[in-house]
């Protein structure tokens, strides 16, 4: 019959090795120096702009229909080089939100873009690239991905201060 190793008691060196080595981070973290902690956590030029919705509306329609396609896309992305974000100012809750043709188009597509809501919250990128900006998922009207590499977010929000 085969013996069975017993776990005992093993040295305390050991243990506490094996606990070291347990606790340890499985990549390393961003430095605590890093003067631009967005572009060290994913590694994408994050840009900014301010429009207006009424000059993007016929932009932020065609991707809004797109949703549908650009979810999967949004599932895939693990590396981009640019992230645009795209503040349409007008259109944020404290303008009373989209106007009414960009409002009737997210309600078209509600669950889509519900669902590319939760995308953009389970990719690591994706979120950390928004939350840089202070820029909540829920507030994301629409993606579009202009080229390999390159992602524009339509927001209605402001930028932060």
Known sequence: MASVPRLGTGSP???AAMLLV???PAFPAQ???STKPSAAIVDSDIRQEEALSKTEA???ITAIDRTRENIGTVRKTTRLDTVDIVFLTDAARSEGGPPPAIENKVKQHQDDVAELRQEIEANALLFNAIDSRRVLA???LAVEFDNPGKI?????AKPPK
Request: proline share 5%; net charge negative.
């Open 152 to 156: 524009v977010i339509y927001a209605a």
């Open 13 to 15: 060196t050991l243990v």
């Open 22 to 24: 347990a606790g340890a």
């Open 31 to 33: 430095p605590l120096d």
């Open 138 to 140: 829920e507030d994301v």
């Open 58 to 60: 016929g932009k932020v």
